[in-house]
T-cell receptor
């Protein structure tokens, strides 16, 4: 099945650094979602994006819906140890009950 | 206050057995999903129900049968379990309205087939 390409695959950073990750697709999506998954838990929704070019923040997190509708970006500013986890992008082609297509994940490790 | 709950959290069973996983959501959503996450953490949709009606059925072996007794529940029954069925299974739910279709996930059920 289709998966979205997410990069980087993993990141090892120092506490306080900023983080950027992105997600690309060969298809157009109408919705982009960003999730974080902690070990042994389900994905938790961070940010939802519904319009091309949209820029949305949630605390230290900022995500953007790419203008081409084929990509999305997530930035984390001033990382802290609890930011550790796997970050997934997910795209949805229609606005309602369409399935989510998930990215391959970015594994973030933050060192104090 | 649990939004999407699943039972059991862990399930260890022998090959060939039949098992069920239950999911309940108290968010008032009308759409529920089952996803499978493999050992490489790839998340893939299996099924989706809207108002108790099956609307998404990916290429899943027919040993997997979802059942939705009402809008708040979506159970997954698996017959004749195989080694390759070992994975974490996530239930999720959402509204079916434009701009409100964020999916919320349960804590997962880790299935191990021996």
């Amino acid at each position: 099945g289709q998966q979205l390409n997410q990069s980087p695959q993993s990141m090892f950073i120092q506490e306080g650094e900023d983080v950027s990750m992105n997600c690309t697709s060969s298809s157009i999506f109408n919705t982009w979602l960003w999730y974080k998954q902690d070990p042994g838990e389900g994905p938790v929704l961070l940010i939802a994006l519904y319009k091309a070019g949209e820029l949305t923040s949630n605390g230290r997190l900022t995500a953007q819906f790419g203008i081409t509708r084929k990509d999305s970006f997530l930035n984390i500013s001033a990382s802290i140890p609890s930011d550790v986890g796997i970050y997934f992008c997910a795209g949805q082609r229609s606005y309602n009950t369409d399935k989510l297509i998930f990215g391959t994940g970015t594994r973030l490790q933050v060192f104090p | 206050d649990t939004a999407v709950s699943q039972t059991p959290k862990y399930l260890v069973t022998q090959m060939g057995n039949d098992k069920s996983i239950k999911c309940e959501q108290n968010l008032g959503h009308d759409t529920m999903y089952w996803y499978k996450q493999d050992s490489k953490k790839f998340l893939k949709i299996m099924f989706s129900y809207n108002n108790k009606e099956l609307i998404i059925n990916e290429t899943v072996p027919n040993r997997f049968s979802p059942k939705s007794p009402d809008k708040a529940h979506l159970n997954l029954h698996i017959n004749s379990l195989e080694l390759g069925d070992s994975a974490v299974y996530f239930c999720a739910s959402s509204h079916a309205r434009p701009g409100l279709s964020e999916q919320f996930f349960g804590p997962g059920t880790r299935l191990t087939v021996l």
